[in-house]
């Protein structure tokens, strides 16, 4: 393979990738889901210690480490949990019981909030060193001091409630990921003693700053609300004396399960948000040095065991180091970076329909402007010609242009239906709210399958054109969401195929109608024939490889789970079909095992931007990458729940511009990358590609960055201006 244009060779595949592994008799062919999602959190964690990363970035990365084990608690372990208490002893994909699921799971979390306050350690010297100060234990200058405490007197004293523990003051109820803190008294009066409970209000900051004028030259001064209520204790108890003190964080099971006999989806999903801020307790973070006495009345009060406990020695609580991340330090943070529009819709005037109906046109998001898509629907709602509009949301954001451009063409008198997933984890209450929204602007509601979710990424708009109509579609691989938008990699793809455009009509009566499709001309839908389609075309491949023809599979997905998928590609590897998996996050198929997957190889890229495109190439009887490759887009993983759970949705990439930018430019850069990829071991562990020495290493993210991409060129693309990567035969494909 080469790296860039400039044709320069890559690292060869680690050794790791290269010894073949036996798998011993007792192994399983799979690697646990749970086990294996650690993995790739503990990669995530380790961009915070990437120290070619500016210094907040990697401060990003560690507070995301945070969030992402807050949800595996709040779901995973919670489902686990529930079924250890329900008895239920169904085994995972490696063949483990619940509770042993859980032991595994504990161990490795301890390993992995060890490395967090590891390297919190690390980065709060280095953001000291910067002139980002986070005092929490330290002495702070007497003109911080006294703005500190006037803020504790003014804004935080009128809010907080402290309340004492005893038999006349019953246990306070503490939400999920609610802080508290709790405080051992002794009256000066009397000498009698008492604890106190002090729950944080979600609605305070994580952090206080303290405002520039106050801390001068001495840069910026954070300290956290909990540290800040401990500093000033004695003011909120006048007449005692502090003996001692701890801070809590409790996470609660926030999953949420709907029957499927539900009459009313709405009604039922207000209800169960509720019950999901009262869950069970899942864990419970202490301070180290915790009151024991207070931290006995904590696991008995809130019903825990010993087993959902961990005592941190640091930051409690990491996903709010974020608040510090927004500090304005442009020279500590990545360089801006603002996302082309594309020249082919600009060749139009910015006329998408136009540019639409020209020839098929992928955008890549972020390199590319969400706003293609956004006018796309704006466009369509100034449109007189335009007729119908219909689009499914399954996260759109809190601040969303596209549910305002809908709203639009509702009240511009178009037919108007947006199908809103309610069962969007943790944006269940926001999408209730859109959908509230939405039908009082006149558009038809529909919330789709009580128990599927609508995951596909679709949005049909149906034009008048002289004596007949035309559909124009945006199928996409992410959210209709602004935000993630410009961090996620993405591809939103547009076409006037009167095929494609059936298709999704027949899609949107089936989620509607429930009116299941048939004879399908294009795309394959999941519960449908998704699966089965992938099937076909990895059978194709193992015939072609025992007939002597090129046979090879690239996939690029963000979970590999599926028990059928995997044991297809087993079969694939063993038939002599060359496997190439670009894997973000959980992949449970074990590569480098000889006489199982001896020919897969698979790589997770983790960098600047969330990889979460979903790509799936297959040789077709010629050597990949080539124009007869069969190449597809989708908005559905190799995971059990998005081939037969979910409404999905498998997109043929027929034009031969988008053919090329999908597999040759999008692929097969993120198969080259060599800075921000990881190997991953017969062993389930994984580490970073290597670069042999005097090898140009190629990152994808900054190629994508500083290169147009090819259906977006627009006539510029004669000129020859997107240089091409290259893949040199002979090497592992």
């Known amino acids: 393979m080469s790296t860039s244009p400039t044709g320069t060779d890559p690292a060869p595949a680690s050794a790791g990738t290269t010894q073949m592994a036996e798998l011993a008799p007792d192994e399983s062919p799979y690697f646990n889901r749970e086990l294996s999602w650690l993995q790739f959190n503990q990669r995530v964690l380790a961009e915070a210690c990437n120290e070619a990363y500016p210094l907040l970035e990697r401060l990003r990365f560690l507070s995301i480490s945070g969030s992402n084990l807050d949800e595996f608690m709040m779901i995973r372990v919670a489902g686990l949990v529930g079924q250890v208490q329900r008895g239920l002893d169904t085994p995972s994909i ?82 999920n990921e609610g802080l508290g803190l709790l405080f051992t008294l002794t009256r000066n009066a009397t000498g009698e003693q008492l604890i106190e409970m002090v729950l944080i209000p979600s609605a305070l900051p994580r952090f206080v700053r303290v405002p520039d004028e106050v801390t001068g030259a001495n840069g910026a001064l954070y300290i956290s609300i909990a540290r800040l209520i401990q500093r000033y204790a004695g003011e909120l108890f006048p007449g005692f004396t502090v003996q001692g003190d701890g801070l809590f964080r409790v996470l609660r099971d926030s999953d949420i399960e709907i029957a499927e006999e539900a009459e009313d989806l709405v009604r039922t999903f207000r209800s169960a948000i509720q019950r999901r801020r009262r869950g ?163 558009v038809q509601v529909i919330y789709g399958f009580t128990d599927w979710k609508t995951h596909a990424k679709v949005a049909m708009v149906v034009r008048r054109e002289g004596d007949s109509f035309r559909t124009y579609c945006h199928l996409g691989t992410g959210n209709y969401h602004p935000v993630t938008a410009r961090v996620y990699t993405d591809l939103s793809f547009f076409t006037a195929d009167p095929k494609l455009g059936r298709d999704v009509a027949k899609m949107f009566n089936f989620v509607t109608g429930y009116v299941e499709p048939h004879a399908l001309e294009r795309m394959h839908i999941a519960p449908i024939d998704l699966r089965e389609e992938i099937y076909t075309r990895i059978d194709t491949e193992i015939a072609n490889a025992q007939a002597g023809k090129p046979a090879a599979i690239w996939l690029k997905c963000n979970q590999l789970t599926d028990e059928g998928v995997i044991d297809r590609l087993y079969a694939a590897s063993n038939a002599g079909v060359q496997v190439e998996l670009v894997v973000r ?124 991409s090819l259906s977006g060129r627009g006539g510029a693309l004669e000129a020859g201006a997107v240089p091409k990567l290259s893949l040199r035969r002979g090497a592992a494909a």
């Not at 063949?95 to 032991?103: E, H, K, T």
Request: aromatic fraction near 8%.
């Open 585 to 708: 996050g959980i992949c449970c198929l074990r590569p480098g095992i000889a006489g199982l997957s001896e020919n897969i190889r698979v790589k997770s890229v983790i960098g600047r931007f969330l990889e979460h495109s979903r790509i799936y190439a297959f040789a077709n009887g010629h050597p990949l990458p080539s124009a007869h490759a069969a190449v597809f887009i989708a908005s559905a993983d190799m995971m059990s729940r998005n081939l037969d759970r979910r409404v999905e949705t498998l997109i043929p990439i027929l034009n031969r511009t988008v053919h090329d930018q999908v597999l040759q430019q999008v692929l097969l850069a993120n198969m080259l990358d060599s800075e921000q990829s990881w190997w991953l071991h017969p062993d389930g562990s994984y580490t970073r590609v290597e670069v042999e020495p005097g090898v140009r290493p190629f990152n994808c993210h900054r190629y994508f960055m500083t290169n147009p």
């Open 280 to 442: 069970q307790v899942i864990q419970l973070e202490i301070d180290e040095d915790f009151d024991p006495a207070a931290e006995a009345l904590l696991l008995d009060q809130l019903g825990i065991n010993e087993a959902a406990l961990i005592k941190t020695d640091g930051m409690i609580g990491v996903d709010g180091l974020a608040e510090i991340v927004r500090e304005d330090r442009p020279d500590l943070k990545f360089d801006a970076y603002s996302p082309r529009f594309p020249e082919r819709i600009r060749e139009h005037d910015g006329d998408a329909f136009s540019a639409i109906r020209e020839k098929d046109i992928i955008v890549h998001h972020p390199y590319e402007s969400f706003e293609v898509v956004v006018d796309f629907i704006r466009q369509a709602a100034a449109d007189p010609d335009v007729v119908a509009i219909k689009q499914t949301l399954y996260r759109a954001g809190s601040q969303s242009a596209v549910i305002n451009a809908l709203i639009e063409a509702a009240e511009a008198g178009k037919s108007v239906t947006a199908v809103v997933e309610l069962k969007a984890r943790f944006d269940e209450e926001q999408n209730l709210q859109w959908a509230g929204k939405l039908e009082r602007a006149g």
């Open 94 to 175: 490696d063949g483990r019981s619940p509770s042993q699921q859980l032991g595994a799971i504990r161990e490795k979390l301890a390993e992995l909030s060890a490395m967090q306050q590891s390297i919190w350690r690390s980065l709060r010297a280095g953001l000291a060193g910067a002139d980002i100060h986070v005092a929490d234990e330290e002495r702070v200058s007497p003109e911080a001091h006294k703005w500190l405490k006037r803020y504790f007197l003014n804004e935080i004293l009128p809010i907080i409630t402290p309340q004492a523990l005893d038999p006349a003051h019953p246990f306070p109820f503490v939400q």
